[in-house]
């Protein structure tokens, strides 16, 4: 790719894959940091994905050796020197607004981590739902380490990923941690050799679209609103869900092929 190809280069590339549909990072050059301008991209892609019928599961991986390096820092600073309101209202909710779309879409988005997931980079791995990693990822809360703290939501996302003990040392420490630990921690589903993450994030991605996706999308979302309520509204939460799911045609479908002992053919219904 020539000066000019990179400089019209979209900060985001979208492929489909069938019911996949594939979002790739394409900041190489930046190691794929969150500008503002690709998190405008992001939602943008997810808004279309969203009423996209066809598109049932989504993957997010990056271009070059980066997943992402995190937050744009050189955005950042500007913003920083004009004052906290500037800060939070151009740099931060920005942040905040794309990582809370990710974790309460209602189709699944899996994170291939291609490599390196710093900062805001890490903070979108911990706001997908399920989250693959190569052998040569690497992740870190480094944020800490120029004086800040996470900014798009890992206070509060990491410690419900990997639990209260093992956030506060990531975060405090800044300090670098391998895809295999990241696995441990439960921050990621499970560790591919690099060759093969992308061909397995679509095949776990194509699995999933063909479940009933409002079933999927149901019970994504008592998950994701369940995780802070008591047991008892979780519990609500669930009852309701299920009542929305029990008068579908996939629902009806699946009990009905199940009891005859053939493949259900779900219509999203």
Do not use: W, Y
Not at 109 to 121: C, E
Not at 151 to 156: C, H
Not at 238 to 264: M, N, S, W
């Amino acid at each position: 790719m020539d000066r000019a190809e990179q400089q019209t280069a979209p900060v985001l590339s979208r492929e489909d894959h069938g019911a996949v549909s594939v979002l790739t990072l394409n900041r190489p050059d930046k190691l794929n940091a969150l500008s503002n301008e690709l998190i405008v991209a992001i939602m943008d892609a997810l808004d279309g994905i969203e009423l996209d019928r066809a598109v049932r599961a989504v993957v997010v991986t990056g271009a070059g050796r980066a997943f992402s390096a995190g937050a744009d820092i050189a955005a950042f600073q500007r913003h920083m020197e004009a004052g906290p309101a500037e800060a939070v209202a151009r740099f931060m909710r920005p942040g905040h607004r794309m990582t809370r779309r990710v974790e309460s879409f209602p189709k699944p988005i899996i994170a291939a981590v291609n490599g390196l997931a710093f900062g805001g980079g890490c903070e979108l791995v911990e706001s997908t739902h399920i989250a693959l990693a190569a052998e040569t990822a690497s992740f870190s809360k480094a944020e800490i380490n120029i004086g800040i703290i996470p900014t798009f939501g890992g206070t509060q996302r990491l410690p419900r990923n990997v639990g209260r003990k093992a956030a506060i040392e990531l975060i405090l420490s800044g300090r670098t941690f391998d895809a295999a630990e990241a696995a441990r921690l439960g921050l990621v589903n499970r560790v591919v050799p690099a060759p093969d993450l992308l061909g397995e994030a679509i095949a776990l991605a194509e699995d999933l679209a063909a479940k009933p996706p409002l079933t999927v999308a149901a019970a994504l979302s008592a998950m994701h609103r369940g995780m802070d309520a008591s047991i008892d509204d979780g519990l609500a939460i669930e009852e309701a869900a299920f009542a929305r799911i029990v008068p579908t045609h996939d629902a009806r479908e699946g009990v009905a092929a199940f009891l005859e002992k053939r493949r259900p053919t779900f219509r999203g219904q």
